[in-house]
């Protein structure tokens, strides 16, 4: 079992866009968003890509379960997991689902409702055996999910709307913002509040500096601008994080040697990786 004062961020999706498996994507992992945070005995996970279908399998001999899943906005990359979540379909389980982006204008159940169904998938979301909630929130509040928690939110700049996270628990603090575009010749202040001293940021990095004024408008950053957030708000890890779907192992060597040149420390996330603050 847990302690009560572990606190730790495992990595099972690190892409953006699509999944990308293959050769080329052996060492940092081709699965779409998808992240294990773990606050003393309790389970969180952030976004649901491709990734958390082996979250899910890795999950299977832990029943009965008590999960809060977090999206931070339901484009395709960080949902398809969901449906071939194996912990969804086990009786025993509880797994709350919580989104800050949708209302009003929609709700996480309609959303998802809406990609599980037919002709574009079999099985509507009534398949899931486990006791299944949907709560919807204000992209600013703060949420008080379990005793000892408390998970700040922030809105971030992507098209549909999308959410940044800050976990505290113990003292310390896990930040997790994607999707988002910075906003060019400033800082989104928003981010930068919610990251303020934060032990990881784990941020949306696209992009490469040289790469973003072909995509100015998509809804994403570079390692770079995340690096003068962490810089501003006295971030402790900088994680580099969505990589895009082109950028294979070479690619992403050369931005790992460059960003740790420029903040020593600073990490390219891949599947797999564990991170305490």
């Known amino acids: 079992m847990p302690a009560a004062d572990d606190f730790l961020v495992r990595f099972w999706g690190v892409r953006g866009s699509i999944a990308c498996p293959g050769p080329g994507t052996v060492r940092y992992g081709g ?5 294990e945070v773990r606050c003393g005995e309790h389970l969180f996970i952030f976004d649901a890509g491709t990734g958390l279908r082996a979250l899910g399998q ?3 001999g832990q029943a009965p379960l008590d999960i809060d899943l977090y999206f931070t906005h339901t484009h395709f990359d960080h949902v398809n997991g969901l449906p071939f979540f194996v912990p969804a379909f086990m009786k025993p389980n ?3 689902l919580h989104a800050g982006h949708l209302i009003p204008q929609y709700t996480l159940k309609y959303v998802l409702s809406e990609m599980m169904m037919a002709p574009l998938f079999p099985a509507p979301v009534e398949v899931f055996q486990a006791k299944i909630s949907y709560h919807d929130f204000t992209a600013g509040e703060t949420l008080k999910p379990k005793p000892g928690v408390t998970i700040r939110t922030a809105p971030l700049h992507h098209p549909n709307n ?53 995509f100015k408008g998509w809804g994403h950053s570079t390692w770079q601008e995340g690096m003068k957030i962490a810089e501003a708000a006295g971030v402790k890890t900088y994680v580099i994080f969505h990589h895009d779907p082109s950028h294979n192992d070479e690619f992403m060597d050369k931005v790992a040697e460059e960003a740790t040149a420029a903040r020593p420390g600073t990490i390219v996330a891949r599947e797999g990786m564990t991170l305490t603050p």
């Open 31 to 35: 699965n779409t968003s998808c992240l």
């Open 94 to 96: 509880r797994i709350r």
């Open 162 to 214: 999308a959410t940044g996270y800050r976990v505290e628990h113990g003292g310390k603090a896990i930040c997790y913002i994607t999707d988002t575009e910075h906003k060019p010749g400033g800082m989104d202040k928003n981010i930068v509040e919610l990251v303020r001293g934060a032990d990881i940021m784990v941020y949306d990095a696209t992009y490469t500096d040289q790469e973003y004024p072909r």
């Open 58 to 60: 890795s999950l299977i």
